[in-house]
């Protein structure tokens, strides 16, 4: 059959795949939870979820830098990429060799296509239908921000801010929050002082890409002395495969508290 992935790119896959590599943690993720993990060949080493995914599947490298020979060693009949993951050029190499589908997520919409679009390919339709189900119905229930402004942060040295046209925004915006930098694209930098001025609410530090810690709360509250800091799971906000299952729990909590602090400032 012949599907058009996220990008516009059309892909000839000529039955259903039994032999994957995912260049992508949480598409990995997904396979597993699809119920497909023993076509699963090759991974990254980023691709930690589940724990025994990376036992039973050849790591071929980072998402960023990746062994094409080792991926095409595999003999796969079908690759999982991702647009702003995977580097363009080592896509394009991977296409002309192998059926290689590539997904490109900004919103909870998205990636709900993805998912579908995997199961389809993988022909596994209905686990798929399964999974966006429970992960809309989970999303409903989430209470919602008190319009709390937030700035979420990806990076130190320098800082990096996450803004509007990316899947973090969406989901902040799904959750009720106002992004201080949603008048910026993608992944704009940042200082303390900038930070200071924009006068947030809420600073969200995330545990990845940049592992932020204990040490770095101080760091930022210095600077803002009047904003709450919090660490935050990254995998939470930003992986957007069956993950997003898991994410309501995580959020409720996270809700809960934003709600019984924003009540006890009134």
Avoid at 151 to 172: N, S
Avoid at 185 to 207: G, I, K, N, Q
Avoid at 238 to 252: E, N, T, V
Wanted: charged fraction near 20%.
């Amino acid at each position: 059959m012949s599907v058009m992935d996220q990008t516009g790119y059309t892909v000839a896959v000529e039955r259903s795949p039994q032999r994957i590599v995912s260049l992508v943690p949480s598409q990995s993720e997904l396979l597993w939870d699809l119920g497909v993990q023993a076509r699963l060949v090759g991974c990254t080493r980023y691709c930690i979820h589940p724990a025994e995914l990376r036992q039973s599947c050849t790591v071929i490298g980072g998402t960023k830098r990746l062994d094409v020979a080792a991926v095409l060693a595999l003999e796969p009949d079908l690759v999982l990429a991702n647009k702003e993951e995977n580097e363009r050029a080592i896509i394009e190499q991977l296409r002309a060799h192998v059926p290689t589908w590539t997904s490109d997520i900004a919103t909870l919409a998205d990636a709900a296509a993805m998912i579908a679009a995997v199961g389809r390919l993988c022909a596994v339709s209905d686990a798929a239908v399964a999974l966006n189900a429970s992960i809309e119905r989970e999303w409903r229930s989430l209470p919602s921000a008190r319009a709390e402004r937030v700035a979420y942060l990806i990076w130190r040295k320098p800082y990096m801010a996450v803004a509007r046209e990316t899947f973090i925004d969406d989901v902040l915006a799904q959750l009720g929050f106002c992004n201080v930098f949603s008048d910026r694209s993608r992944y704009p930098e940042t200082t303390l002082t900038e930070l200071a001025a924009l006068r947030p609410d809420r600073v969200l530090l995330s545990s990845e890409p940049y592992p932020f810690g204990d040490r770095h709360i101080a760091e930022v509250a210095a600077a803002l002395p009047a904003s709450e800091i919090d660490l935050v799971d990254g995998e939470m906000f930003s992986w957007y495969g069956s993950r997003l299952a898991l994410a309501p729990r995580y959020f409720r909590t996270l809700l809960t508290a934003n709600t019984v602090a924003s009540g006890a400032a009134s």
